[in-house]
Antibody
């Protein structure tokens, strides 16, 4: 069945870089894009960016200068990197198939000052 | 960016009652392929979001037919008939027509 799973550090220091991995199964990254969404504690959902099935990317303009999304199709993995972290980047980070019909469990990330 | 205005922010409803949630977009959500990419998601407490409805009115597999979506262009509604306890959580609309994808602010459904 289709599954996505986020992994990465739970705690990151301010000004450092966040690196998260989304490992997918049950589908190919050459057939589906993957979206990253985040949710600060007690708040709503924010679309961060997408890597399309052809490998092209689009980013939320508010994050574009700090964010990059890449992938390794042979490992069925999508990578998120975001630099210059601040405390308001504390959130649960989700990856989802671009069709939005399958979501990961989320990775909780706390940015410490 | 397309702004999704979702109302009400919260609802408290008794089991068996019906509720409606509104979502209005700042631009038409009709895409160049003539489809309208308006989704409804439910985030149950402590869980990841789950898509319930896509393209305005199409129910995802396993979603009870108590849920229905309607609307067009810029004005959309999610209706839940005969609310059950398992329906509690936060409902979000999400437009997928324009980049960046944008979410409504959410409607928290509580059971009386």
């Amino acid at each position: 069945q289709v599954q996505l799973k986020e992994s990465g550090p739970v705690l990151v220091q301010a000004s450092e870089t966040l690196s998260l991995t989304c490992t997918v199964s049950g589908f190919s990254l050459t057939n589906y894009g993957v979206i990253w969404v985040r949710q600060p504690p007690g708040k709503g959902l924010e679309w961060m960016g997408i890597i399309w099935r052809n490998g092209n990317t689009d980013y939320n303009s508010a994050l574009k200068s700090r964010l990059s999304i890449n992938r390794d199709t042979s490992k069925s993995q999508v990578f998120l990197k975001m630099n210059s972290l601040q405390t308001d980047d504390t959130a649960i980070y989700y990856c989802t198939r671009h069709t939005l019909d399958a979501w990961g469990q989320g990775a909780s990330v706390t940015v410490s000052s | 960016d397309v702004v999704m205005t979702q109302t009400p922010p919260s609802l408290s409803v008794a089991i068996g009652q019906s509720v409606s949630i509104s979502c209005k977009s700042s631009q038409s959500l009709v895409a160049s392929d003539k489809n309208t990419y308006l989704n409804w998601l439910l985030q149950s407490p402590g869980r990841s979001p789950k898509r319930l409805i896509y393209q305005v009115s199409k129910l995802d597999s396993g979603v009870p037919d108590r849920f229905s979506g309607s609307g067009s262009e810029k004005d959309f509604t999610l209706k839940i008939s005969r609310v059950e306890a398992e329906d509690l959580g936060v409902y979000y609309c999400l437009q997928g027509t324009h980049l960046p994808l944008t979410f409504g602010s959410g409607t928290k459904l509580e059971i009386k």
